[in-house]
């Protein structure tokens, strides 16, 4: 299971995946159905989650709406520390997961927008680094994942600082390594050398401890949040959540 994953995910391109991924998991959902860890997101029980990553991690995968670690806790982070749920807010979702959008989108508080330069699944076609709204739109900006693949992550951010309104937040995660300082290296086009330095073949740069720091040379101001930290162990494992993911806030500079 754990290869075949692997595989498919480093293989067969993201549009494709997110067409297929909520039918081939129909049957994983029946398999893994029983009591060892529930999904905040869905609020489905299951033995445990599937394993998922280049690099397999065990317990990851909702077979039900395919939230992720870093998914579950962030909707955890919505509901606990937050006004997402309740307040009138403006929402862009920028490469939306599929375990938020329908859920997001029934919200009746929000005026949710998804977003993507290739994602079958956001509403509206968008190169992050010309967003085609005017600037001060968006109470709520997310963009999860993304800033590893672009051709510059500080244009991005520029472009999110730029919609966000003046009271406006967000949260940017990326794969952050323990390593000092971001790399990259635009002249690497070989998707294989891209995924021995990078992690993945798609990605441009590998994020080290200087996130934060660096993003906020786009005039965002970043705040590291250890959000998780806070949580009971317990639930971390029940959850199935990551242990040491930092939540990037973001608010308009």
């Given at each position: 299971?754990?290869?075949?994953?692997?595989?498919?995910?480093?293989?067969?391109?993201?549009?494709?995946?997110?067409?297929?991924?909520?039918?081939?998991?129909?049957?994983?959902?029946?398999?893994?159905?029983?009591?060892?860890?529930?999904?905040?997101?869905?609020?489905?029980?299951?033995?445990?989650?599937?394993?998922?990553?280049?690099?397999?991690?065990?317990?990851?995968?909702?077979?039900?709406?395919?939230?992720?670690?870093?998914?579950?806790?962030m909707w955890l982070?919505?509901?606990?520390?937050?006004?997402?749920?309740?307040?009138?807010?403006?929402?862009?979702?920028?490469?939306?997961?599929?375990?938020?959008?329908?859920?997001?989108?029934?919200?009746?508080?929000l005026d949710y927008?998804?977003?993507?330069?290739?994602?079958?699944?956001?509403?509206?076609?968008?190169?992050?680094?010309?967003?085609?709204?005017?600037?001060?739109?968006?109470?709520?900006?997310?963009?999860?994942?993304?800033?590893?693949?672009?051709?510059?992550?500080?244009?991005?951010?520029?472009?999110?600082?730029?919609?966000?309104?003046?009271?406006?937040?967000?949260?940017?995660?990326?794969?952050?390594?323990?390593?000092?300082?971001?790399?990259?290296?635009?002249?690497?086009?070989?998707?294989?050398?891209?995924?021995?330095?990078?992690?993945?073949?798609?990605?441009?740069?590998?994020?080290?401890?200087?996130?934060?720091?660096?993003?906020?040379?786009?005039?965002?101001?970043?705040?590291?949040?250890?959000?998780?930290?806070?949580?009971?162990?317990?639930?971390?494992?029940?959850?199935?959540?990551?242990?040491?993911?930092?939540?990037?806030?973001?608010?308009?500079?």
């Amino acid at each position: 299971m754990k290869k075949i994953i692997s595989f498919v995910i480093r293989y067969i391109p993201r549009p494709i995946l997110q067409r297929i991924s909520p039918v081939t998991m129909k049957f994983f959902e029946w398999s893994y159905r029983g009591k060892g860890v529930n999904c905040p997101v869905c609020d489905h029980e299951f033995k445990k989650f599937l394993p998922y990553g280049r690099v397999s991690r065990e317990n990851a995968l909702c077979p039900h709406c395919l939230s992720l670690e870093r998914h579950r806790l962030m909707w955890l982070f919505l509901k606990e520390k937050t006004d997402f749920f309740s307040a009138k807010l403006k929402v862009l979702h920028v490469a939306p997961e599929h375990c938020f959008i329908h859920r997001f989108e029934r919200l009746t508080n929000l005026d949710y927008i998804t977003a993507d330069i290739e994602s079958p699944l956001a509403k509206v076609k968008m190169d992050i680094h010309q967003i085609p709204f005017e600037e001060n739109s968006f109470d709520v900006v997310f963009c999860n994942h993304v800033l590893e693949h672009v051709q510059d992550d500080i244009l991005a951010c520029k472009e999110i600082n730029r919609v966000l309104k003046p009271n406006g937040w967000g949260i940017i995660q990326s794969p952050v390594y323990p390593i000092e300082k971001t790399i990259e290296d635009k002249s690497i086009t070989d998707p294989s050398e891209r995924e021995r330095l990078f992690g993945q073949r798609d990605h441009v740069r590998k994020f080290g401890k200087d996130y934060a720091k660096r993003l906020s040379e786009s005039g965002l101001t970043i705040e590291e949040n250890t959000f998780v930290k806070q949580l009971d162990p317990k639930l971390v494992a029940e959850f199935a959540l990551p242990k040491d993911e930092i939540i990037f806030l973001c608010r308009k500079g």
